[in-house]
């Protein structure tokens, strides 16, 4: 099997990949939405989901429509720029979320007086400027702008945010060092910020390889003979990153863990839960039925002695 071009191996690791995407963020904006998770920071966390929810039910199925039909049917522009959307709206997203992070470590009475509009001003804006720099790749095919512009406002677009997040969370770690979280609030905005750094960890390890390689084909004239295969990799890495999210809520967020188990009424969990059981005891019947048989013997003996 030749894997430098697309095949049947791609196909379905593409397409499973993509199903995983479309399930895992539907489920994790629903969780989000529920009455006792809807809280104001976790609205950023469902604006996250929703973008990378764009990516299992658009993105990648006009990727795999361009590369298997070779343009025909679905040309190169429409998906790039599908694909720019996207992608950018999670790394304007991302930096959103580390800004106010750092608000709600630092400054904890300014931010719990946060009004409703700062979340929908945070929110807004990172759709805003992703549709602005997805419109440079219409620019590029239409020759309105050159290689090199639209190389420099992808560099400027992927950096800035990424800075801001790393500087971000540097000054939230060395707030931290400075003194140990002794309240509940403050035990849990400390939980979450971690949560939220692992989210861009993940992301920077998932996303950024592949736009490096963008940039790097496109400067060096050298460097592309690079397989095809290792193209198909590394933007499956970048697409991982849209199911990544899920997999860290489910690890780090035990309220979130309850709700997606309380999803499915038939899991043990349930069962066990409505049943007035505590998942991993087991026989917890027993010590009744050793109180009953016991007692049973004693009222015999006291009748026959």
Known sequence: MDFNKWNTFWTVSYGVMAL?????????????????LRKRPHFLLISLAIADLLVGLFAMPIYM???????????????DCVDMFTGFSSVFTL?????????????????????????????????????????TRVLLGFVFITIQQFLIVIIISLSTPL?????????????????????????????????VFLITGTFI???????????????????RNVP?????????????????????????????????LAIFPGCRYNRDRNQGVFPFVENP?????????????????????
């Open 95 to 135: 930096a959103v979320i580390s800004l106010e992070r750092l608000n709600a470590i630092v400054r904890p009475l300014r931010h719990r007086q946060l009004a409703l509009r700062s979340y929908v001003v945070g929110i807004v804006t990172p759709w805003i400027l992703s549709c602005m720099v997805a419109s």
């Open 205 to 223: 390890l998932t996303w950024v390889p592949f736009q490096v390689l963008v940039i790097v084909l496109n400067k060096c004239f050298s460097c």
């Open 163 to 195: 800075l801001t997040s790393c500087f971000a969370y540097c000054i939230i770690w060395k707030k931290q060092r400075t003194r140990i979280p002794n309240r509940f609030r403050e035990r849990h905005e400390s939980r979450f910020s971690k949560t």
């Open 65 to 79: 429509t361009t590369v298997i039909s070779d343009q025909k049917l679905v040309s190169k522009l429409v998906s």
């Open 20 to 36: 995983l995407i479309i399930v895992g963020n539907t489920l994790s904006i629903l969780i989000l939405l529920k009455r006792k």
């Open 285 to 305: 019947t027993s010590s009744i039925n050793l109180i009953s048989f016991s007692s049973t013997q004693s009222l015999y003996r006291a009748r026959h002695p």
């Open 228 to 260: 095809v295969a290792v193209v198909f990799v590394i933007k499956l890495l970048q697409f991982s990153n849209s199911i990544v999210n899920f997999l860290i809520y489910c690890f780090r967020m035990p309220s979130y863990r309850r709700a997606l």
